[in-house]
């Protein structure tokens, strides 16, 4: 059974920082790539990062460069999004995905195109 476990969301103030991470299980870790999107009230979902396994490659929206990194922990078959200098924009449900590492190519509806979901985490920014 696929299995994406996501955990670390939380409240935090403006200008903080908080680290999702998500536990995989039930798929090989090392074929897959894996990220996150997230989804805010009344908005559109959003392909926040994703980070292939197999070769390292990175994507990131532009509405988090330079603040939030993606990285990747194959011996523990988990990912993480560190969030640095947090913004009220940022406050969402961050969501964990999966998909073969080709999504990347999709750029930021990379999420649209893989293959597992897992349930959310809230991030709630306060200003």
């Known amino acids: 059974e696929v299995q994406l476990q996501a955990s670390g969301g939380g409240l935090v103030q403006a200008g903080g920082s908080l680290r999702l991470s998500c536990a995989a299980s039930g798929f090989t870790f090392d074929d897959y790539a894996i990220g996150w999107f997230r989804q805010a009230p009344g908005k559109e979902r959003e392909g926040v990062s994703c980070?292939?396994?197999?070769?390292?490659?990175?994507y990131y929206a532009d509405s988090v460069k330079g603040r939030f990194t993606i990285s990747s922990d194959n011996a523990k078959n988990a990912v993480y999004l560190q969030m640095n200098s947090l913004k009220p924009e940022d406050t969402a449900v961050y969501y964990c995905?999966?998909?073969?590492?080709?999504?990347?190519?999709?750029?930021?509806?990379?999420?649209?195109?893989?293959?597992?979901w897992g349930q959310g985490t809230l991030v709630t920014v306060s200003s």
């Open positions: 980070i292939s396994n197999k070769d390292g490659s990175t």
């Open positions: 995905a999966a998909g073969r590492p080709g999504i990347l190519r999709y750029g930021s509806s990379w999420y649209r195109v893989s293959d597992y």
